[in-house]
């Protein structure tokens, strides 16, 4: 059986690094203050982007400008991720990227980097507009899963979150944890994301877990509102608590969430519960409905 795995989100404060040495300090920073509770950190959507403005020498109010400068800054902003793991030994979900995929197209990436600086990614599925109406960052890869010390998990960003199927395909592949890393600019942008991990975490009697960016960026052209907070959702049944809430932090300030989540209790759920969501999903398709007949 696998090991319970202490879990560390960060609602991480936009701030302005003037350069990728100063994220990459800030970086660090932030892991050393969080890893102390936690095996396994992770950082929320597009959090490296607050970079942009020092990438493009000043305020970064123009959307094109500051994504080329993110893409052309991508490997070494990723080098910075991977050396922070390593050098203070933690398993690391530093965010996503902005990242030229193998076709040329840029791709919203997350990396999960392990202790040794071994890389596993999983790209965003599904965009919303921002991203391609006004970014250009398109469609990604397909879902996969991580095997990490506590067993698999997977990896949906933000929006991903939202669509059943995608978190289906992890938790079909074996993964009873799901991190859910999120970049919001409203209060409605956020709900819509904790609703739809709520809900994931219900229909599959497994763990999903939020963090988003917060704060104001004036001088970034992406992060210029972020809202939210950090949160940990479990399945709606014995043995959890009555709203399927396990961790939740205060909105739009920057700090650590921490949760201990133990997968012997979602095998237990997932047999012994009230309902048998993860059992009942349907193994087929629906056919087109057609209109009922009154008669």
Known sequence: ??????????????GRPGSVADFARALEARIEAGRAGADLLVLPEYACVELGAALVGGE????????????AAAPDILATMRAAARRLGVWLLPGTLPMRGAGGAVVNRAPLIAPDGRMAFQDKRAMTRFETERWGVSQGADPCVFDTPWGRIGISICY???FPKHVRAQVEAGAWLVLAPSCTDTVHGFNRVAIGAAARAMENQ????????VGAAAWSAALDVNR???????????GFPEDGVLARGTPDIE??????LDPARIERVREEGQVRNH???PRAP????APAVFA
């Open 279 to 281: 059992r009942d999903w």
């Open 255 to 260: 700090q650590w969430v921490f949760c201990e």
């Open 286 to 289: 629906f056919t087109r409905p």
């Open 60 to 71: 970064a109010t123009d959307e094109a400008r500051e994504l080329a400068a993110m893409v």
């Open 206 to 213: 497994c763990y999903v877990a939020i963090t988003p960016t």
């Open 228 to 238: 939210g907070h950090a949160a940990v959702f479990g399945p709606v049944d014995r």
């Open 160 to 162: 991903d979150v939202e």
């Open 1 to 14: 059986m696998n090991a319970p795995v202490r879990l560390g989100l960060l609602q991480y404060g936009v």
